[in-house]
């Protein structure tokens, strides 16, 4: 059966382009793809088995975690992370006018605070209007003089408009890192893994205890945040990503799970997956 990959649509965002190399990696034959409208929507699909598997971004270099992406991977314990590629971002300002009429520019948030600084440099009267994708964004503007949108490059050739200004990212390494996401466990090929918990209670050193059983499995973090439960002020939810280099350490990690899960009010294994670098030229 042919499997239904669902992604940040509509057509042309980045995170088609992800969909594709992800379903590809993980060995999809002809997979069905669906774009959705908001994040959110996209990990409905595969929590409620609408889809088999979704494509969703969850950190950038430049602006970090994507919030809507690990809030739902809290709220859904089940959604596990099976592969991860990180695709560079290069943005293009579109529009039907010209730019020094534009007044106002819309996007993907994440987008916009991306060229924040290009913005307030070459536009600074523009109104920044958030949208749900950038793909959404080029729509909107296609016949208007005065709006512009930020998005992919090739949405120029999509939707027939012109190329303002590109790249117009502030940071020239710009790269986003996208998941594929499944309900299928994977503890073979894996150099990264991810989880999050909640302590059982506010008090000092309770963060630290847990940090200290990583560092005593020798496990270096890539990446450490927080995001507030949404329950009560000032309880939060710690992400962790781990590195993991063989075996030996997904048999370490199975080990520290149980010995971390004691301190945790909810801890959330998001799994161990294998994440590469991309060029798309």
Known sequence: MRKQVAYLGPQGTYAEKAAHILSKLANFQTPIFVPCNGLYSVIKSIAYNNCDAAVVPIENSVEGGVTATLDALWKFPDININ???????KHALISDGELSIISEVL?????????SEWLSENLPNAIPLPTNS????????????FRAAIGSKSLTQIEGLK?????????PGNCTRFVLLSKESNYTSANIASFAFSLISNKPGALLQAISRIADFGFNMSKIESRPSKRELGEYIIYIDLEIN???????????KN?????????VDFGNYFSENVDLG
């Not at 950038?134 to 003089?145: F, I, L, N, Q, Y």
């Open 83 to 89: 592969k991860a590629i990180v695709l560079p971002i």
């Open 107 to 115: 996007s993907h948030p994440q987008a916009l605070a991306q060229c």
């Open 134 to 145: 950038t793909s959404e964004a080029v729509k909107m503007v296609k016949g208007s003089k």
């Open 163 to 171: 190329e303002l200004a590109f790249p117009i990212n502030d940071v």
């Open 246 to 256: 063989n075996k030996n350490k997904i048999k370490n990690y199975l080990e520290l």
């Open 259 to 267: 010995q971390l899960k004691p301190l945790c009010k909810n801890f």
